[in-house]
């Protein structure tokens, strides 16, 4: 019904409203219900015959907000109904968009703009689920942007970017347009070249994120020293670290030292050069050449820890810099561990086994001993061990990042993968290859990717596990030469991993959402030192307030459901006698979930102190958001607590010591008066 009005209605407002609702639903599961209830039957056919064609007239409608209405229908259509033979449909959204993006890009007013938005953002959507019409999309914005307004320009970007970032698109011819443009838009320094200057960039640096040629550099300095300002280029570098371009961000962090005005700038930007510098170091990584592997890794550590020192000097107790702090700490510690991993692997290759080698296996029973007494030391055991841990401890910081963006947290996932990838592959082809397993990591290459850098990292994944399983089924490491074929491809998938450059996701440069929690606990003390007083036959009631404080954009990436507190108490030091107590009523671990009312929550715990002594009480949040996944944002609060005698037990006791026989205390005595 509402699409048989809107097709009739002579009234633009009342088709604007119209369509506004039906683009809203097209782009739900209910326009995949639309399209196949009772499929073949006549009424289905007009049903969907009436929505298209209501589109199609709308896309070329001279009310911009209609024509914008009418071209996300088409697209989500083709989007959601990919079962479906849409060619013709495919064709109209990708006319009525092309339209829209003339229109709209000759054009500066708000209206134009929002108009353009919604068109740009099909046309991603377009091309994310129908990628054979990526390269038709891609020469319309290319061909549209030299004409185009300033505005529309920067918007046309950030269009292309996200592109380029799902599928590689852009040709060398493509590219050679970029640059001519580039050029020419540096030649003027107001704020909107300035930001297309940024924009255009990031179009050049995802489209070549593999190799950045020396004319491509020398084009981008060259316009940055001509109009540009130091946040422009600062905002560039961070775009190169971001796409994995290190060699061009340390020269840009480099040149950017000596333009800021406070220590703590000329740190942070000191440490983004030290690191830009590390990851450059590994590019030079070659198969095969494992001595060389050592010297880049060894020379990106000494970079790592020049850059490690200058973040901390960086940061502020406003500005703690927590998370660059713990990724950057990991990256050294992986690094550490890749390069401790070759090592172990090039020693087991001068020890080779003895001659009684196999009397050793057939004695011990261990088939592993064929290869000699180093196949199974502890180093490759400890090694695997170490990058169990590091994937533990990037589940940690991943966990701790409630504000970070989808980018960063699918980094850090990349992060923890590499590392399970490695601990398994030493399991399958070292320490147990008989009952290795590899079905839970067989459709890991399954995910759509977001980023040319997942891509990677994905492919790199996938030939790993390809080679270790080949290798795990045809060669058991029962003689020494597959052994040295097991340790040649543990080395060669170090390798491989590192040859991919790392990036620098956005919440390392800038967190766009910011949440926090400041809890209050009563009764409190009047100093942090002092303890709070509490009769042991008594329960101390513990109440928890807590604030949620947002940013500028509150719940932008993820929202909080509820609040988890978890209360835990530990015996400091104990005082009178040692009674045997049970064990329930010597520990408090406690846990509640609240729901913050505008953003205030508080619950009240009962503890137990029956052992007299200093007990610590722990009070620790952390946070559940709208999927019911649990973030440790923090933070973790401590008080002391003294648990005191009751005033009856110790009158009891005094009694009781008073009314022992006198030869017991002269006994005490004499014995007292010894020393």
């Not at 070249?193 to 255009?200: F, T």
């Not at 990042?401 to 490695?422: G, M």
């Not at 080679?467 to 491809?489: G, I």
């Not at 009312?597 to 002594?613: A, K, P, R």
Request: aromatic fraction near 8%; hydrophobic fraction near 40%; charged fraction near 20%.
């Amino acid at each position: 019904a509402l699409c048989e009005s809107a097709l009739h209605t002579p009234y633009d407002s009342l088709k604007l409203g119209m369509l506004s609702v039906l683009s809203m639903l097209s782009g739900t599961i209910a326009i995949k219900q639309y399209f196949s209830i009772a499929p073949g039957t006549a009424a289905t056919t007009a049903r969907s015959f009436d929505l298209v064609k209501l589109a199609q007239e709308c896309c070329y409608h001279n009310n911009r907000g209609i024509a914008g209405h009418g071209v996300r229908i088409l697209t989500n259509i083709s989007a959601f109904c990919q079962e479906k033979d849409l060619l013709p449909l495919e064709q109209d959204a990708v006319f009525g968009l092309e339209a829209l993006l003339v229109l709209c890009s000759q054009d500066d007013s708000p209206g134009a703009q929002a108009t353009l938005k919604i068109a740009l953002t099909c046309m991603v959507k377009l091309v994310k689920c129908r990628p054979h019409l990526s390269q038709s999309v891609v020469e319309s914005l290319l061909t549209q942007l030299r004409s185009a307004q300033d505005a529309a320009r920067i918007l046309m970007c950030h269009c292309l970017a996200a592109i380029a970032m799902q599928l590689p698109v852009l040709a060398d011819g493509m590219l050679e347009d970029l640059m001519d443009l580039y050029k020419l838009i540096g030649r003027s320094a107001t704020d909107k070249k300035q930001e297309l200057l940024v924009s255009l960039a990031t179009v050049i640096f995802v489209s070549s994120q593999k190799t950045l040629s020396s004319e491509i550099k020398t084009v981008i300095k060259q316009q940055l020293e001509n109009a540009s300002n130091g946040w422009t280029a600062y905002r560039i570098a961070r775009q190169a670290s971001r796409m994995g371009n290190h060699d061009m961000a340390r020269e840009l962090y480099q040149s950017l030292l000596t333009q800021v005005a406070s220590e703590h700038f000329y740190f942070w930007l000191n440490s983004l050069k030290e690191f830009s510098h590390a990851e450059q170091c590994l590019t030079g990584l070659q198969e095969d050449n494992y001595s060389s592997a050592l010297s880049c890794i060894a020379e990106a550590l000494k970079s790592y820890h020049k850059g490690i020192a200058s973040l901390t000097a960086a940061s502020t107790p406003l500005n703690p810099l927590s998370f660059q702090c713990g990724f950057v700490k990991l990256r050294i510690d992986l690094l550490q561990a890749f390069s401790q991993l070759i090592c172990t692997c090039n020693s087991l290759k001068t020890s080779p086994p003895p001659a009684i080698a196999t009397t050793i296996a057939m004695t011990s029973g261990n088939d592993l001993q064929r290869c000699g007494r180093i196949s199974n030391q502890a180093r490759m055991k400890h090694s695997m061990e170490e990058f169990r841990n590091l994937a533990t401890r990037y589940g940690d910081l991943y966990q701790s990042s409630f504000d970070a963006d989808s980018a960063t947290l699918r980094n850090v996932e990349l992060q923890q993968q590499s590392c399970l990838l490695i601990s398994h592959a030493i399991e399958a082809l070292i320490l147990d290859p008989e009952s290795a397993s590899f079905q839970e990591y067989s459709s890991s290459g399954t995910a759509r990717v977001e980023s040319e850098y997942e891509r990677r990292m994905m492919s790199v994944f996938n030939h790993v596990l390809e080679e270790v399983e080949s290798l795990n089924r045809k060669y058991a490491p029962l003689f020494w030469f597959c052994f040295l074929q097991h340790t040649a491809c543990l080395c060669d998938a170090v390798i491989a991993l590192l040859k991919v450059p790392l990036s620098f996701q956005r919440y390392f440069f800038q967190k766009l959402q910011s949440t926090s929690i400041k809890l209050a606990l009563s009764p409190s003390a009047r100093s942090s030192s002092d303890p709070i007083a509490v009769q042991n036959n008594q329960q101390l009631a513990l109440k928890v307030e807590g604030v949620v404080q947002h940013g500028s954009k509150p719940g932008l990436f993820r929202k909080i459901q509820s609040v988890c507190l978890n209360v835990s108490s530990v015996l400091q030091s104990k005082s009178g006698q040692d009674y045997k107590i049970p064990i329930d009523n010597m520990t408090n671990e406690m846990e509640q979930r609240v729901e913050p009312h505008n953003d205030y929550f508080s619950t009240q715990f009962l503890l137990n102190f029956v052992i007299l002594g200093s007990h610590i009480i722990t009070v620790e949040s952390s946070v559940i958001d709208s999927n019911g996944i649990v973030w440790k944002t923090g933070p973790k609060t401590t008080i002391f607590v003294k648990s005191l005698e009751d005033p009856y037990s110790q009158q009891v006791r005094l009694q009781q010591q008073q009314g022992q026989p006198p030869s017991q205390q002269q006994q005490q005595r004499t014995a007292y008066s010894r020393f």
